[in-house]
């Protein structure tokens, strides 16, 4: 058992009325056992579309994981579908009535008759007893596939899958080899280049699997193979492909990286922040202990603010406008001034749309570092609409400066 689908009932899913957070939960805990998910999917209270998808995933896969549709009303057609794609009947279980009757008993109420239907099960399926609610689950094995029908309701669905299914799982799994993973978070480098560098570094070796998954200006590279020697193999290839472009490993964010690199060192830092306002110093505060390290920030958005609150001389400014390098490390050493840390990083930048009267291209972005050392700064062009560039502008302030720490600067004194 190893390719598994996730399929989840519900016509408010579709609409947008509600998140599909159960196969979000259902997928972290699936791939925690190492199995692989080959599908997710969503479908509406229809009869014959929930039989269909359910055939498909039935096709494609040794577990289907179905959540939703097990309720009492007309639209809860689950159990009716499963029973079509699958060529079984339903069958009234007697226990499954008496446990509903107990509970409507309890609560001082008398069970309708649509209640009843939540006692059908599926011809050969283990009910699965609920703690909380009243839609008991089913787990089916035919033809050596494995179906289970869970609740929609999440506490319940979760409390089912934790209590009852994830043991079964783990009990059939524990025999056959482990898939392992390994996780490299890759920054300011483009997706294409990555991939490129990864498949050159693993091109001869064999039984490793490569997944991508692009996000905010990062790149999450994913090993996972049933060979612990192989996975560390791959892992140290691809690390060294990618040249010092690795920010985190092992699900560690950029951020947490980059607070364990300047409390390691015993440094502090301070922020100054134009384009991206304010969002570099939302990132770094994430982290619980940040204050360990982290002085504080000043959002600068215009000339005004750059000069009165950071140092900035009126003139640059005036020459030369608020994206070029000089500008940008006048903020950061107005930043660690101002601040008294050991570090000062800045941004400034243009997001678009428009240039804002400055003289550079929408999308240019200039990061500017100062410590004892002196000061420094990198000038980027970003793609994207504003949103993307303010926060690829984000990451890319992070990132430097950890790559800053990696390769042996620090802050120089305070």
């Not at 929930?50 to 498909?56: G, R």
């Not at 649509?114 to 006692?119: E, I, L």
């Not at 029908?149 to 079964?168: H, K």
């Not at 080899?177 to 091109?203: F, I, K, Q």
Request: include cysteine; charged fraction near 30%.
């Amino acid at each position: 058992m190893r390719r598994c689908s996730l399929v989840a009932v519900g016509d408010e899913l579709l609409d947008g009325r509600v998140a599909d957070t159960n196969s979000d939960f259902l997928s972290r805990e699936l791939l925690s056992l190492g199995l692989e998910i080959v599908l997710r999917a969503e479908v509406g209270d229809d009869l014959e579309d929930i039989a269909s998808v359910l055939d498909c995933a039935l096709e494609l896969s040794d577990l289907v994981v179905v959540t939703g549709g097990l309720g009492p009303t007309d639209d809860d057609l689950t159990r009716e579908a499963a029973a079509r794609a699958l060529g079984v009947p339903l069958v009234r279980d007697p226990e499954a009535e008496e446990a509903l009757r107990s509970f409507f008993s309890r609560l001082g109420r008398d069970m309708s008759p649509s209640n009843a239907r939540q006692a059908d099960i599926l011809q050969g399926a283990e009910r699965i007893p609920p703690r909380l609610g009243t839609a008991p689950g089913q787990w089916l094995e035919r033809d050596g596939r494995v179906l289970v029908l869970l609740p929609g309701v999440p506490r319940e669905m979760e409390d089912m899958m934790t209590e009852d299914i994830l043991p079964r799982l783990r009990g059939r799994l524990a025999s056959a080899p482990e898939r392992r993973s390994a996780c490299m978070l890759v920054a300011a480098r483009p997706e294409s280049e990555v991939g490129e560098a990864v498949s050159t570094a693993l091109r001869d070796l064999q039984g490793v699997e490569v997944s991508y998954r692009a996000m905010g200006g990062q790149i999450e590279v994913r090993l996972t193979s049933q060979s612990g020697e192989l996975l560390e193999e791959a892992r140290r290839r691809v690390k060294r492909a990618l040249d010092g472009w690795v920010v985190a490993e092992g699900g560690e964010t950029l951020e947490e990286s980059l607070g364990r690199e300047l409390r390691a060192r015993g440094l502090t830092l301070a922020l100054a922040e134009s384009c991206t306002g304010g969002m570099v110093g939302e990132r770094i505060t994430r982290v619980p202990g940040s204050s360990d390290y982290f002085r504080g920030a000043v959002v600068a958005y215009d000339y005004r603010a750059k000069e009165e609150l950071l140092g900035v001389d009126r003139g640059l400014l005036e020459e030369k406008g608020a994206v070029n390098e000089e500008v940008a490390e006048a903020m950061a050493r107005g930043a660690r001034e101002r601040f008294a840390s050991h570090l000062g990083l800045s941004i400034t930048g243009v997001a678009g749309p428009g240039d804002g009267g400055e003289k550079v291209e929408v999308g240019t972005v200039v990061v500017g570092l100062a410590g004892g050392f002196g000061s420094r700064a990198w000038r980027y062009r970003l793609p994207g609409n504003r949103e993307m560039v303010r926060v690829y502008a984000s990451t890319l302030a992070l990132a430097l400066l950890y790559f800053h720490l990696r390769q042996g600067g620090g802050g120089g004194g305070s």
